[in-house]
């Protein structure tokens, strides 16, 4: 995760392959990007890793995302959400993804099987 000025361009290293978000408000711009591909002197967090929660999700579903940050804040395991149109993401620091997998496991949640980028998790056990 970095972070460039408001009015910064979005630059060509965060467009690459694999998975990304922009987002630009009044005030920012942030990346969500392989950390491998932020140059030096960018504002970044590092040791992110991630669990992307199988959907697709209707839209008209409530609680998808509540019934994984409810367990992982009892836990006190801070996280970042990122959601697409499809499914949502949830990325936590990597000295925390043991503790989550054990902790969403208890509430129910299933590791079905991992990539190169993310975990995935699903609620069917």
Same mark, same amino acid.
């Given at each position: 995760? =970095?972070? *460039?000025?408001?009015? $910064?361009?979005?630059? /060509?290293? #965060?467009?690459?392959?694999?998975?990304? =978000?922009?987002?630009?408000? $009044?005030?920012?711009? %942030?990346?969500? =990007? /392989?950390?491998?591909?932020?140059?030096?002197?960018?504002?970044?967090?590092? !040791?992110?890793?991630? @669990?992307?929660? /199988?959907?697709?999700?209707?839209?008209?579903? &409530?609680?998808?995302? &509540?019934?994984?940050?409810?367990? *992982? $804040?009892? #836990?006190?395991?801070?996280?970042? #959400?990122?959601? +697409?149109? !499809? +499914?949502?993401?949830?990325?936590?620091?990597? /000295?925390?993804?043991?503790?989550?997998?054990?902790?969403?496991?208890?509430?129910?949640?299933?590791?079905?099987?991992? !990539?190169?980028?993310? @975990?995935?998790?699903? %609620?069917?056990?």
């Amino acid at each position: 995760m =970095c972070q *460039l000025a408001a009015g $910064a361009r979005v630059p /060509e290293w #965060a467009l690459g392959g694999g998975f990304f =978000c922009v987002t630009r408000t $009044a005030e920012e711009l %942030s990346i969500v =990007c /392989e950390e491998g591909r932020v140059p030096e002197g960018v504002r970044v967090e590092r !040791d992110w890793v991630g @669990l992307k929660l /199988e959907g697709p999700f209707p839209f008209s579903m &409530t609680g998808v995302l &509540t019934s994984f940050l409810g367990p *992982l $804040a009892e #836990a006190g395991i801070p996280i970042f #959400a990122v959601a +697409t149109f !499809d +499914t949502d993401y949830v990325l936590m620091k990597r /000295e925390k993804l043991e503790q989550a997998v054990r902790v969403l496991g208890a509430a129910g949640h299933a590791r079905v099987r991992s !990539d190169a980028n993310f @975990l995935s998790a699903d %609620s069917r056990g």
